[in-house]
């Protein structure tokens, strides 16, 4: 099942990818390259009749770039991934809300009952037996039918909420690649407008900086989209696992509630 789980996320990042690259390159294909070029040509001529006119800066010319074009691309593909794993935590949430183990107050839980109220967990659909939650219970209750004993119960719940913890963090691991990746794709957009310039330094220096100027626009450009890109990814990605902590502390306080709480060991087991 986890494998399964691991294969499925696999081709969901990739569809996710191909159908970014899809929207976003129609996108400025259609809408926004075009009306860049457009304003551009405008801002050409004017400057051109009055030296001292002074461009105003345009949404389209500003994200003009193949460099902006792949940080909005990733952007976009992030927000994919951890929508999808924001959807799985509020189904995991769901779950915290449901009384699995039928506990009232005042009820005991003894070593031999321990097969009895994993029943309900086990009824659970195969993909909510994946959960943290249920893995969590059965774990608990197994252990306590074996060792009888509830500090071992104890730890076994903290091991499988921090297994998950840990797991949780490792994945996304492509979501902090992408916000590494996408200031360093502004800062070769940068590079190459400066290089550009450098290039066309000959004819600002006969009075036609017309070309030095949109070469720096690229290089300035795309470090802002890219940061401002960046930031936005880094504050989904934070909410997200504070989302994800939550789940691991709430699961474990549901379980010291509502399972270890009622835990007895008849008092022979003790002598």
């Keep these: ?4 789980g691991i294969v499925s ?4 990042q990739v569809f996710a990818l191909i159908i970014s690259v899809i929207i976003v390159h129609a996108v400025y294909v259609a809408v926004i390259r075009p009306n860049a070029e457009v304003i551009m040509a405008q801002q050409a001529a004017l400057q051109e009749a009055d030296p001292d006119y002074v461009s105003e800066r345009s949404l389209y010319v500003v994200m003009r770039d193949y460099e902006q074009e792949t940080c909005i691309i990733l952007m976009f593909w992030a927000l994919s991934i951890i929508g999808l794993k924001v959807w799985r935590n509020r189904r995991e949430n769901r779950l915290l809300q449901r009384p699995l183990l039928n506990v009232s107050e005042g009820m005991s839980i003894l070593p031999e009952d321990a ?17 943290l939650l249920p893995r969590a219970l059965l774990t608990a209750l197994q252990r306590f039918s074996t060792t009888r004993s509830i500090s071992d119960v104890s730890s076994v719940v903290k091991d499988v909420c921090n297994t998950e913890a840990e797991r949780l963090e490792s994945e996304l691991t492509i979501v902090r690649y992408i916000a590494w990746a996408i200031p360093s794709i502004g800062f070769l957009g940068t590079v190459r407008g400066i290089g550009e310039a450098l290039g066309q330094a000959q004819s600002a220096v006969s009075g036609d900086i017309l070309g030095v100027t949109t070469s720096l626009g690229v290089a300035f450009n795309s470090t802002f989209i890219a940061l ?3 930031i936005i990814i880094m504050f989904v990605l934070y909410q997200l696992q504070l989302l994800q902590d939550r789940l ?5 306080d549901y379980c010291d509630n509502y399972l270890i709480r009622h835990m007895q060991v008849p008092d022979h087991d003790n002598d």
């Design 228 to 230: 401002v890109v960046s």
């Design 1 to 4: 099942m986890k494998q399964q």
């Design 115 to 131: 097969r009895n109220y994993a029943r309900p967990v086990q009824a659970l659909p195969p993909n909510e037996r994946e959960y």
């Design 248 to 252: 691991v502390l709430d699961t474990q």
């Design 9 to 12: 996320d696999f081709v969901y």
